[in-house]
């Protein structure tokens, strides 16, 4: 069967997924945790990415080299971008950029230098399935508030952006570079390049933790231990039932 890694970036999101796995291992490489076992009947690798791009790639390499995984599943949190993406929502990227991204003048803004492209692009069949996943997920949780379920682009940088005033300039210059961006973390881009490089195929949900504005610190640990863990726990379940 095919072995799928689950990206976290934070402990309080994986959590949850630790205490389901049924016979769990762990191995420490790379100066990272690994936990192996089976999910809901599926193999699975949990691994946290750690925060920032950097961080992410390294862990996303050591689940391809060492573990052999054979696709990978991004579920975290992120700040809501679009004025149509509300705390509470989910996403599910289409494709990523990183925001920070700039070359110039030797390449266009935000091109990956020798890529020749400053999108990756999430693996389609694996992003329809956790379209899926997500919205069974949301209906099993039967929230009292309506939660929205948006797909598209999303962007990446070293940044926690956390002021209202950062985060519409941040949406102007990816607007004026072409890009139309729903959310913004810190770890996406870095994984989709990798599993690019390596032909892997890659999808990814983020739960809406803030607004990216002047309340995000305040914001953000809250809803990661209250909520973002209960709505990976219940997309994950949904996910590996259709793989």
């Given at each position: 069967?095919?072995?799928?890694?689950?990206?976290?970036?934070?402990?309080?999101?994986?959590?949850?997924l630790i205490g389901l796995l049924e016979q769990p291992q762990k191995t420490r490489h790379a100066?990272?945790?690994?936990?192996?076992?089976?999910?809901?009947?599926?193999?699975?690798?949990?691994?946290?990415?750690?925060?920032?791009?950097?961080?992410?790639?390294?862990?996303?390499?050591?689940?391809?080299?060492?573990?052999?995984?054979?696709?990978?599943?991004?579920?975290?949190?992120?700040?809501?971008?679009?004025?149509?993406?509300?705390?509470?929502?989910?996403?599910?990227?289409?494709?990523?950029?990183?925001?920070?991204?700039?070359?110039?003048?030797?390449?266009?803004?935000?091109?990956?230098?020798?890529?020749?492209?400053s999108r990756f692009v999430c693996d389609k069949a694996l992003t329809a399935l956790l379209l899926?996943?997500?919205?069974?997920?949301?209906?099993?949780?039967?929230?009292?508030?309506?939660?929205?379920?948006?797909?598209?682009?999303?962007?990446?940088?070293?940044?926690?952006?956390?002021?209202?005033?950062?985060?519409?300039?941040?949406?102007?210059?990816?607007?004026?570079?072409?890009?139309?961006?729903?959310?913004?973390?810190?770890?996406?881009?870095?994984?989709?390049?990798?599993?690019?490089?390596?032909?892997?195929?890659?999808?990814?949900?983020?739960?809406?933790?803030?607004r990216a504005d002047d309340t995000a610190h305040l914001d953000f640990p809250v809803f990661v231990?209250?909520?973002?863990?209960?709505?990976?726990?219940?997309?994950?379940?949904?996910?590996?039932?259709?793989?």
């Amino acid at each position: 069967m095919t072995t799928t890694a689950i990206l976290s970036a934070l402990a309080e999101e994986q959590q949850g997924l630790i205490g389901l796995l049924e016979q769990p291992q762990k191995t420490r490489h790379a100066g990272r945790d690994f936990w192996h076992g089976r999910l809901h009947g599926q193999p699975v690798v949990l691994a946290l990415s750690r925060i920032g791009k950097v961080a992410a790639a390294t862990t996303s390499v050591a689940l391809i080299e060492r573990f052999k995984v054979e696709r990978i599943v991004f579920t975290g949190v992120a700040g809501g971008l679009a004025e149509s993406v509300a705390v509470g929502d989910m996403v599910v990227a289409s494709e990523f950029v990183q925001h920070d991204m700039d070359a110039s003048p030797l390449f266009p803004r935000y091109e990956v230098p020798l890529y020749g492209q400053s999108r990756f692009v999430c693996d389609k069949a694996l992003t329809a399935l956790l379209l899926q996943a997500s919205r069974a997920g949301l209906e099993s949780l039967a929230l009292p508030a309506k939660t929205l379920l948006h797909h598209g682009l999303m962007a990446s940088g070293d940044r926690f952006v956390s002021g209202a005033a950062e985060a519409r300039s941040l949406r102007s210059a990816l607007r004026l570079g072409g890009h139309v961006v729903l959310a913004v973390e810190m770890e996406g881009a870095a994984v989709a390049q990798v599993c690019f490089d390596y032909g892997l195929p890659f999808a990814a949900v983020r739960t809406i933790s803030d607004r990216a504005d002047d309340t995000a610190h305040l914001d953000f640990p809250v809803f990661v231990k209250d909520v973002a863990s209960l709505y990976a726990q219940a997309m994950v379940r949904h996910l590996l039932a259709l793989l």
